[in-house]
């Protein structure tokens, strides 16, 4: 794919600082240098004190024109996008700042047509959304993103100095315009989140007609900013990707695999067929790689590389890592320094232990989709969006049978179309789905958890399987299970009202009057019960 010399120097999130020489006092040359260094180490509070000292003693139109568009790059990268649009258009009057027209055009627009938003704060987060059904999701994500804050701190050693921005973006537009990455490629590769612009910037999961485990996606990218501070910006992307794969859910637990039934599988079919992913085809970014499996293959690839780093060599061996290459800046010298192996072995090592696990194909036949935008607010009526990801004909039409046997209340009926279905997918949560959810009704409790069970090992992040779970367990009385499966549901898709409706019955039942409080008023929200500027 061929990218135009603008888009490539955004998506790579360059920095365009020439070396002309300017008639600058001495202390302005001073105060321009460390502003332009911070920048790229977004160091944005220390970046900023500067430039406005730099401000107040520009005097040639030559060095108010280069404060100027400091100042823009300062305040975009601090979030200030009115300030950013201002100075911006202040610079693009300087004559000789024609190599920075390109992002100083891209800074004014994308500050004056992004999103109005509105914000939360946390105690280290600033979490910004625009669609007033999002401050769901921002307060949900204040939770995720102290517990990552404090987990992975501990792990990479650092926090940062400032509040993090994190912005929900609620249409795939504003997204793709703040993330510079073309639309094309977030839909094939199944990008929502970036870490770009000293900041995290998510696509709202109530664009997708089942969400996706947007949590986890939180703390992906905040793994990325605490790399980018802690290195300096030295750590190359495929290790990047790497270190935010391994950590991504060490929110919510210690030690989990990077090497699920998912990625066992695709793993497995590459080691094969001898198809991973170059190293260096990672770079610029996954997001620009080919497909949606060439993609997660990557991430697979990179996490399980570090995993192999910590399990072999230690913890402490990750963080002596991102420190070395960034004395160094180059990750092959440090990968040697911290492991006494040159890299071409340590690539080895990981392969051959990976191919020593006699990996097996979980999933056959497993579908990798990149992100599908849904066409309208809510669930279609009959509950068919989803139909179009089945890709085996006669399980879509089987299935598609059962769905109008039982929008008409013929569940047992529906229930054997279902089954029929299955025959030619058995391993679709879609289906799977559908058949549990109509067994448990017709009161068959035992064979929908037997239909359940496989398929939420292979699939744990599709919410079906969890509002069926949590139904079911709300039935029976068990309140504990049941809130699980439902709070795991709002992980992935805090937009379906009958999650917020189990959890005011559960939180009822419980005596848990704040809870009780929250929930009453999400659902609210959902159901356009509250105004929307209430906060």
């Given at each position: 794919?061929?990218?135009?010399?603008?888009?490539?120097?955004?998506?790579?999130?360059?920095?365009?600082?020439?070396?002309?020489?300017?008639?600058?006092s001495s202390e302005i040359d001073v105060l321009i240098q460390s502003v332009e260094d911070d920048i790229k180490t977004w160091q944005i509070s220390r970046a900023s004190d500067s430039i406005d000292?730099?401000?107040?003693?520009?005097?040639?139109?030559?060095?108010?024109?280069?404060?100027?568009?400091?100042?823009?790059?300062?305040?975009?990268?601090?979030?200030?996008?009115?300030?950013?649009?201002?100075?911006?258009?202040?610079?693009?009057?300087?004559?000789?700042?024609?190599?920075?027209?390109?992002?100083?055009?891209?800074?004014?627009?994308?500050?004056?047509?992004?999103?109005?938003?509105?914000?939360?704060?946390?105690?280290?987060?600033?979490?910004?959304?625009?669609?007033?059904?999002?401050?769901?999701?921002?307060?949900?994500?204040?939770?995720?993103?102290?517990?990552?804050?404090?987990?992975?701190?501990?792990?990479?050693?650092?926090?940062?100095?400032?509040?993090?921005?994190?912005?929900?973006?609620?249409?795939?537009?504003?997204?793709?315009?703040?993330?510079?990455?073309?639309?094309?490629?977030?839909?094939?590769?199944?990008?929502?989140?970036?870490?770009?612009?000293?900041?995290?910037?998510?696509?709202?999961?109530?664009?997708?007609?089942?969400?996706?485990?947007?949590?986890?996606?939180?703390?992906?990218?905040?793994?990325?900013?605490?790399?980018?501070?802690?290195?300096?910006?030295?750590?190359?992307?495929?290790?990047?990707?790497?270190?935010?794969?391994?950590?991504?859910?060490?929110?919510?637990?210690?030690?989990?695999?990077?090497?699920?039934?998912?990625?066992?599988?695709?793993?497995?079919?590459?080691?094969?067929?001898?198809?991973?992913?170059?190293?260096?085809?990672?770079?610029?970014?996954?997001?620009?790689?080919?497909?949606?499996?060439?993609?997660?293959?990557?991430?697979?690839?990179?996490?399980?590389?570090?995993?192999?780093?910590?399990?072999?060599?230690?913890?402490?061996?990750?963080?002596?890592?991102?420190?070395?290459?960034?004395?160094?800046?180059?990750?092959?010298?440090?990968?040697?320094?911290?492991?006494?192996?040159?890299?071409?072995?340590?690539?080895?090592?990981?392969?051959?232990?990976?191919?020593?696990?006699?990996?097996?194909?979980?999933?056959?036949?497993?579908?990798?989709?990149?992100?599908?935008?849904?066409?309208?607010?809510?669930?279609?009526?009959?509950?068919?969006?989803?139909?179009?990801?089945?890709?085996?004909?006669?399980?879509?039409?089987?299935?598609?049978?059962?769905?109008?046997?039982?929008?008409?209340?013929?569940?047992?009926?529906?229930?054997?179309?279902?089954?029929?279905?299955?025959?030619?997918?058995?391993?679709?949560?879609?289906?799977?789905?559908?058949?549990?959810?109509?067994?448990?009704?017709?009161?068959?409790?035992?064979?929908?958890?037997?239909?359940?069970?496989?398929?939420?090992?292979?699939?744990?992040?599709?919410?079906?399987?969890?509002?069926?779970?949590?139904?079911?367990?709300?039935?029976?009385?068990?309140?504990?299970?049941?809130?699980?499966?439902?709070?795991?549901?709002?992980?992935?898709?805090?937009?379906?009202?009958?999650?917020?409706?189990?959890?005011?019955?559960?939180?009822?039942?419980?005596?848990?009057?704040?809870?009780?409080?929250?929930?009453?008023?999400f659902l609210r929200i959902l159901l356009n019960e509250e105004p929307e500027n209430a906060q």
């Open positions: 794919m061929r990218l135009n010399p603008l888009l490539l120097f955004l998506v790579l999130g360059a920095y365009i600082f020439t070396g002309t020489s300017f008639a600058l000292r730099a401000l107040e003693i520009a005097g040639t139109d030559e060095e108010k024109y280069r404060t100027y568009y400091l100042k823009s790059l300062v305040d975009f990268y601090r979030g200030d996008y009115s300030g950013a649009k201002e100075y911006g258009q202040k610079a693009l009057g300087g004559k000789d700042l024609k190599d920075e027209t390109p992002l100083l055009n891209y800074i004014v627009r994308a500050s004056g047509k992004g999103p109005q938003f509105n914000e939360i704060k946390s105690e280290h987060f600033i979490i910004r959304y625009a669609h007033p059904k999002d401050i769901i999701l921002a307060e949900y994500a204040k939770d995720v993103l102290e517990k990552s804050h404090f987990e992975i701190g501990l792990d990479l050693e650092t926090y940062p100095q400032d509040r993090v921005i994190v912005e929900i973006y609620p249409d795939m537009k504003s997204f793709t315009l703040a993330s510079t990455l073309p639309p094309e490629n977030v839909e094939k590769t199944g990008v929502v989140g970036i870490c770009k612009f000293n900041r995290i910037m998510i696509l709202s999961p109530r664009l997708l007609p089942k969400g996706y485990s947007w949590a986890d996606t939180l703390a992906h990218e905040y793994v990325h900013y605490v790399v980018f501070l802690k290195s300096e910006n030295t750590v190359p992307v495929w290790l990047h990707e790497g270190i935010a794969k391994y950590e991504e859910k060490r929110w919510k637990e210690k030690g989990s695999s990077v090497i699920s039934p998912f990625y066992e599988t695709i793993l497995t079919r590459a080691l094969k067929d001898n198809k991973l992913v170059p190293i260096e085809k990672m770079h610029p970014s996954l997001a620009l790689l080919e497909s949606a499996r060439e993609a997660q293959l990557a991430f697979a690839q990179s996490g399980t590389m570090v995993s192999h780093l910590v399990d072999n060599w230690g913890q402490e061996a990750l963080v002596n890592l991102i420190n070395s290459i960034k004395e160094t800046d180059d990750y092959k010298a440090a990968i040697e320094e911290v492991t006494e192996l040159k890299f071409p072995l340590f690539y080895d090592s990981w392969e051959n232990e990976l191919r020593s696990r006699n990996l097996e194909e979980k999933i056959p036949d497993v579908k990798i989709k990149g992100v599908r935008i849904k066409n309208k607010e809510g669930k279609s009526q009959d509950g068919s969006e989803d139909l179009i990801d089945i890709d085996n004909n006669k399980a879509r039409d089987y299935t598609r049978l059962g769905d109008l046997l039982k929008q008409r209340g013929r569940l047992s009926p529906a229930a054997y179309e279902y089954e029929k279905a299955l025959e030619y997918d058995p391993y679709s949560p879609i289906i799977s789905s559908r058949l549990a959810s109509t067994l448990n009704v017709i009161g068959e409790t035992k064979r929908a958890r037997e239909v359940l069970s496989p398929v939420l090992d292979f699939y744990p992040n599709h919410i079906d399987i969890h509002m069926i779970l949590g139904r079911i367990y709300l039935d029976e009385g068990n309140l504990g299970k049941a809130e699980q499966e439902y709070i795991t549901a709002i992980y992935l898709n805090p937009f379906d009202p009958e999650i917020h409706a189990s959890l005011i019955a559960l939180y009822e039942k419980q005596g848990r009057p704040e809870l009780l409080k929250r929930e009453e008023r």
